[in-house]
């Protein structure tokens, strides 16, 4: 069992950044991958971000490519994702997932989710 918790949500003027962690609980955080989805209002599930657990290697979603990075602590059992050059679009509620299926939008285990609002 894992527990997410994330934090660093909040409300940003286009051009800016925020950094979103992910604290999760559990002995066994360093073998899961983790990811990143996020759900904008009246919008679909999106992925956003994604790093293997043994080779860290990152994927993204193509609207954040260039802008959003992904990357991980095991030794804090905490994931972050730094957010640069927001845009409006990227309103929404972004969700930490341990194991994260990206083609079809699920995961293992979610957090409960923190909300990002860019302003324009």
């Known amino acids: 069992q894992v527990q997410l918790v994330e934090s660093g949500g909040g409300l940003v003027q286009a051009g800016g950044s925020l950094r979103l962690s992910c604290a999760a609980s559990g002995r066994t955080f360093s073998r899961y991958n983790m990811g990143w989805f996020r759900q904008g209002p009246g919008k679909e599930r999106e992925f956003v971000a994604a790093i293997n657990w043994s080779t860290m290697l990152t994927s993204y979603g193509d609207s954040v490519k260039g802008r959003f990075t992904i990357s991980r602590d095991n030794a804090k059992n905490t994931v972050y994702l730094q957010m640069n050059s927001l845009k409006p679009e990227d309103t929404a509620v972004y969700y930490c997932?341990?194991?994260?299926?990206?083609?079809?939008?699920?995961?293992?285990?979610w957090g409960q989710g923190t909300q990002v609002t860019v302003s324009s």
């Open positions: 997932a341990a194991n994260p299926n990206r083609r079809i939008g699920s995961a293992e285990f």
